[in-house]
């Protein structure tokens, strides 16, 4: 009792002088609350592909790439808060927000068993050149939080990006896939072979850059390794023209 009292006014103290708002609405959270508030939560525009085998995001890999499983976690809209969210997470170095926001969509797909059977976790990586100027991966981070929730291993460094190809922002479907022709690397196809691999990144628009990684993992480990993809936003279908 008596340290919990002293814990209560710890956190009032702190929440004065740093008050911890909500990173979706801006407003103050509770001490039970951690990065987004219990109301933005609720109406956080979740995909629930992880429910539906046969889903959107799957529908772009076939034919491309012999992916089993594919889901995103939330619906990336505009003039939506979770936007800007995505956003800062991916710009503004928001690492933490990163690992929470994995964590939340890996406690669903875990509900839903799909990482049940997953080896490891591959976060898309980013050029040396990008990653220094940005500071860090968010993938790794969303990785990272998934592997805090499943216990699957993240396997950093078996696959790199060997070229710098330009920003994927505002591109064409044309120009996307064609700015990520063979950018990828497997340094360590030891590492991938014969596994089942999460693949994950932050935002799958086209899919263009998931699916060059992909098929760079398939290629460098002869067809012997199974290949499952996530990503933590995609734009509604009918935002992409289809």
């Known amino acids: 009792m008596f340290f919990n009292r002293i814990r209560n006014i710890l956190f009032d103290l702190l929440s004065l002088f740093l008050p911890r708002v909500c990173i979706c609405c801006g407003e103050l959270l509770s001490e039970a609350e951690v990065e987004v508030c219990t109301r933005c939560r ?27 499983r594919a889901s995103a976690f939330m619906w990336y809209t505009q003039g939506s808060p979770w936007r800007s969210v995505i956003h800062s997470l991916k710009y503004r170095r928001r690492w933490m927000t990163a690992v929470r926001m994995g964590e939340w969509y890996a406690h669903n797909l875990v509900e839903a068993g799909l990482l049940a059977d997953v080896d490891a976790i591959v976060p898309v990586p980013l050029h040396w050149r ?8 968010q993938a790794e981070y969303i990785a990272l939080g998934m592997s805090r929730v499943s216990g699957v291993p ?25 700015n990520v022709d063979s950018i990828f690397r497997v340094s360590h196809p030891e590492r991938l072979r014969g596994r089942r ?3 994950v990144d932050d ?4 899919g263009a850059t998931i699916s060059s990684c992909a098929l760079a993992i398939v290629e460098a ?3 012997d390794v199974r290949i499952d993809m996530g990503a933590l936003a995609m734009p509604m279908p009918r935002a992409m023209g289809v």
């Open 197 to 199: 691999v999460l693949l």
């Open 130 to 137: 990008r990653r220094a100027r940005r500071g860090y991966n």
């Open 42 to 68: 609720r109406r956080a525009p979740l995909t629930q592909m992880w429910q539906e085998p046969e889903n959107v995001m799957m529908e772009r890999f076939y034919g491309i790439v012999p992916v089993e």
């Open 154 to 178: 993240v396997e950093f460094g078996a696959v790199v990006r060997a070229k710098d190809n330009p920003s994927q922002a505002q591109q064409s479907r044309y120009v996307r896939w064609s």
């Open 221 to 223: 480990c002869d067809g």
């Open 203 to 206: 935002v799958c628009t086209t």
